[in-house]
């Protein structure tokens, strides 16, 4: 019997699986990788493998050594030898590295810390993974690739026989990841069972002993890697059709919006996010912006947007003028106005009505001398309502209680009614319901035969595919590949995916 | 199955309806809350407390709390704390009486001055928040001890005598004459606001009260209006008859009913005459609430602190100056406590250096007790006044009970802390 079986467990979200009657194995001592799009389940998978869903909350079985498993909390979890590390650490990084290895399971003798147990402890540890680091270190004061191993080294504590890492490798330089890949390896010979998610071919090909592929909350096929090409692995993660849910206008290209020229983006710690882009924009034109999260897409567009707060070099020419915005308040001044990816956090105040936020961005053209006409916002809340199909019975509704759809439909008419000229769109049709989607792929479709520009950044490719005149594609803050006819998604993800070298 | 059905729509039905006027419902619970505190005190004290002269006396009490908790809201709102304006009431009561008394201005010109200290003594402390990002916790606390430091320094201990002139800001009146047109303005402009805004709705056929609900409201206002008229125009001849009057305030350590109430009701009347109806300070407090109220629901201005409070970087990326309208805000907070301080010290007809020491807590009080989430982006300037008038109606019927200063700390206290647990747990149960 191998090591892990899993045996058709399935998922639900109010009603939508998440995943579908998923099964199968992995063996003792193998790096086994999960493959698949944004949300094809993997993440689902892991929550069920260590105990982060509670057994009751699932459908099926998995058995750890011939066992079978009800995990009821992470802590049991643990207990049993399974651990994970997530895409987002989760140290506390105000805390020294001894004391975040121990976090929760600190040695003591009746309630008081055991600090030379604790540093001894530690210390081995941290040798165990390769970091010579001492164990009084604040954590934020580690590069991010020290955290991740300071993370392998808390998961060790634990007595780890099944190691799970997800996307482990998206903020790491490749000595990092070299380091990494030989401490997986290491811990592979001494008999831990690794399962390894990430979006890199490349990682997946050098690292990995078998690949299991999920798609659309299903279990597609278990590969032996030396049998698999990337093409094949591409196309058996994307594999649909792409159904007639776009109604793809036609072109009407008038004049450039928008240029940029040798852009780049810096975060706080000089890191370059954005990396010289260079990009035109014209009127009437939808722009697909397709990559991997975590690519580059999102700070694009708060960097055009002027809500990027980091460095920003190069050029950005709206209206054949050169102009730098500081803040989104120019950037709506002139006409640029983005609808942010997560619109509970960013676009909505949440316990104000539907008129309330309709009209924050507006404020200004329904007043004067500072105060509001009531007619005239309720008649362009009214307005809006109506061209977008939001349902509601009131407009003191709070936003609140809308449904995902209705939600972002706000969003975006509060956008619509600074009469942008260029619209920004970050994941535009996330957990939305296709009813909604395809009202706003309309709409989408009708602003730009008004002349208006889009861009768009989507992780669903059949979207960004379907609704795009041109896609542009984004791998590590460079632009990676540009298509404007005849782009399948085996092209975008092999854009997307290439390792530096290759581009 | 087809009557449980049955009632679980009904059920849904009542809940739509909760819902959908949950704003009114909570302003109902507080002045229903304030009504049974009054009914209770009034049994207890054989109707003492709903006497005329306790009510006026009371009312006349709350103002500089409810002109603090004005500009206290608004900061709360925008998701900050001023913990400065206790001493801001000190320090420019102080300034001003200095100015007046001492350098000999004229009056009025005092009363820009202070104005324009106060406001730029919070667009100080507003700006240290916003664009330095300290937090406002901090930045206040500093102001705290700052201004109250400052007063000593200036005043050098001393308590400063002003003279009738000022005082009236505190224990003027208005006459019967003027505080009926006041009223009678009052109501016209109401009755406006109510009709105009119901015939925006009718005009977009969107929900709206009835055409009796809308008179309804506005006869209510016009009764409600004339019982205070009644009430402060009988005050006068009780004001001596009532022997147990007397001691009300004394007996209180709460800043709330410190102040000397009837030498300077005395002192006032020289000036004021016998014609007398509308305490002043109740006026300015009621003033400054309708100008805050209107700005806070049809301003730009007002709109942009809701949002901020409400979701910071929703607003910012909506296009919204953050740092420059938390500034304004706490300058706006400056400016009230400028106007307390000035009432503050127009009531006790002197400045002294500690003057008002720990009413920034009572305005937090007042604004909490109104439904105000300290979490920002939720709260009404009425609630917040209710919330004072609470807090006055403590003090007062404690004090009339002869109940002692700590025990009357701890009520209040305890008080303050079921304010809040019931709105959570109204807010969990949705």
Redesign the interface.
């Known amino acids: 019997m191998s090591f892990l079986e899993i045996k058709n467990i399935s998922k639900q979200f109010s009603g939508v699986y998440a995943l579908n009657g998923i099964s199968f194995s992995v063996e003792k001592g193998e790096i086994h990788a999960i493959c698949g799009e944004n949300g094809a389940g993997k993440s689902t998978l892991i929550k069920i493998l260590s105990g982060v869903y509670s057994s009751r909350n699932y459908e099926g079985n998995f058995y750890i050594a011939g066992n079978e498993i009800h995990f009821k909390n992470i802590h049991e979890a643990e207990k049993n030898g399974v651990a994970v590390i997530h895409q987002e650490l989760s140290l506390v990084k105000t805390m020294t590295v001894a004391e975040n290895i121990f976090l929760g399971k600190e040695p003591s003798k009746f309630g008081i810390i055991q600090p030379h147990q604790l540093h001894s402890k530690a210390k081995h540890l941290l040798e165990q993974v390769g970091l010579n680091i001492s164990p009084e270190t604040e954590v934020s004061d580690l590069g991010i690739g020290e955290q991740q191993l300071v993370e392998i080294a808390k998961a060790l504590d634990k007595n780890t026989r099944l190691l799970i890492l997800d996307e482990p490798t998206t903020a790491l330089t490749e000595k990092e990841i070299k380091k990494l890949f030989d401490l997986l390896h290491q811990l592979q010979s001494s008999g831990v069972t690794i399962i390894y998610i990430s979006h890199r071919l490349n990682e997946i090909k050098t690292l990995c002993n078998r690949v299991t592929i999920l798609r659309d909350g299903k279990f597609i096929v278990t590969k032996t890697n030396a049998t698999i090409s990337n093409e094949d692995l591409i196309h058996l993660m994307v594999g649909r059709e792409i159904k007639d849910l776009y109604p793809k206008s036609e072109i009407k290209i008038g004049a450039p919006i928008l240029k940029l020229k040798n852009f780049s983006l810096y975060d706080s710690s000089g890191k370059k996010k954005i990396n010289s882009v260079n990009l035109e924009v014209h009127a009437g034109e939808i722009i697909g912006i397709a990559g991997l999260m975590g690519s580059g897409r999102t700070e694009l567009l708060k960097g055009i947007?002027g809500?990027w707060i980091g460095k920003q070099e190069g050029e950005l020419f709206f209206n054949q003028k050169l102009l730098k915005f500081s803040?989104?308040?120019e950037?709506?001044?002139n006409g640029v106005v983005?609808v942010?990816e997560d619109r509970k956090?960013?676009?909505?105040?949440?316990?104000?009505s539907i008129r309330?936020n309709i009209?924050?961005?507006n404020?200004?053209n329904i007043?004067a001398r500072?105060?509001?006409s009531?007619?005239k916002e309720?008649?362009q809340t009214?307005q809006i309502l109506q061209q977008l199909s939001i349902k509601s019975?009131?407009?003191?509704?709070s936003v609140e209680?809308l449904s995902g759809g209705n939600q972002q439909k706000v969003v975006i008419g509060?956008c619509l009614l600074?009469q942008p000229k260029l619209l920004l769109l970050d994941e535009p049709t996330r957990g939305i319901d296709v009813g909604a989607r395809a009202e706003i792929y309309k709409l989408m479709n009708q602003l730009s035969m008004e002349g208006m520009a889009i861009i768009m950044v989507s992780s669903d490719l059949p979207e960004v595919i379907g609704m795009s005149h041109r896609v542009v594609v984004i791998n590590e803050g460079k632009i990676s590949g540009e298509f404007s006819s005849g782009v399948t998604q085996e092209k975008i993800m092999n854009a997307a995916t290439a390792e530096k070298a290759n581009t | 199955m087809r009557p449980q059905l049955k009632k679980q729509i009904h059920k849904m039905e009542i809940k739509k309806i909760f819902n959908s006027d949950s704003r009114n419902i909570r302003a109902l619970v507080m002045v229903f809350a304030l009504l049974t505190i009054c009914i209770f005190f009034h049994i207890a004290t054989n109707g003492i407390f709903l006497s005329p002269a306790n009510i006026t006396n009371l009312v006349r009490q709350s103002s500089i709390v409810g002109i603090l908790a004005i500009g206290m809201l608004l900061v709360i709102v925008s998701g900050n704390i001023d913990l400065s304006v206790g001493s801001m009431v000190g320090f420019l009561g102080g300034i001003a009486s200095l100015f007046f008394m001492k350098q000999g201005l004229n009056l009025w010109v005092v009363i820009m001055l202070t104005l324009a200290i106060g406001f730029i003594a919070g667009c100080l402390q507003g700006a240290l928040t916003a664009y330095l990002r300290i937090p406002a916790f901090i930045v206040t606390l500093g102001g705290l001890l700052i201004f109250r430091g400052s007063i000593m320094a200036i005043m050098k201990g001393e308590t400063i005598s002003i003279s009738n002139e000022f005082q009236i800001f505190g224990g003027g009146f208005l006459t019967f004459t003027t505080s009926c047109i006041l009223i009678f303005v009052a109501i016209l402009f109401y009755s406006f606001y109510i009709f105009n805004q119901r015939k925006i709705k009718k005009q977009f056929s969107l929900k709206h009260s009835s055409i009796a609900v809308s008179i309804l409201k506005i006869t209510s206002l016009c009764f409600f209006l004339a019982f205070f008229l009644w009430i402060f125009t009988h005050n006068n001849n009780q004001t001596e008859v009532h022997p147990i009057i007397t001691p009300i305030a004394v007996p209180s350590e709460s800043p709330l009913a410190t102040l000397p109430e009837y030498t300077n009701a005395a002192n006032a009347s020289s000036i004021a005459s016998d014609d007398r109806a509308i305490p002043i300070p109740v006026v300015i407090m009621i003033v400054l609430a309708l100008i805050v109220s209107f700005i806070s629901k049809f301003t730009i201005f007002g709109r942009r602190i809701f949002a901020i409070g409400g979701n910071a970087e929703a607003a910012w990326l909506s296009g919204i100056n953050i740092k420059f309208n938390t500034m304004l805000v706490f300058g706006l907070c400056g400016l009230l406590s400028a106007v307390a301080g000035i009432v503050y010290t127009a009531r006790l007809g002197s400045a002294a250096p500690d003057a008002a020491a720990g009413y920034e807590l009572y305005a937090i009080a007042a604004c909490v007790i109104g439904g105000t989430s300290l979490m920002g982006g939720r709260g009404t300037i009425f609630g917040a006044i209710i919330g004072a008038l609470i807090m006055a109606s403590l003090d007062s019927g404690m004090s009339i009970l002869n109940i002692e200063p700590f025990y009357q700390n701890i009520i209040k206290g305890a008080v303050l802390i079921l304010a809040v647990y019931i709105d959570v747990a109204s807010k969990r149960k949705k």
């Open positions: 947007n809500a803040s989104p308040a950037a709506i001044a983005m942010s956090r960013f676009g909505l105040v949440l316990s104000k309330f009209n924050l961005s404020l200004k007043s500072g105060i509001f009531s007619e309720i008649k009214l019975n009131t407009i003191e509704q209680h509060k600074v």
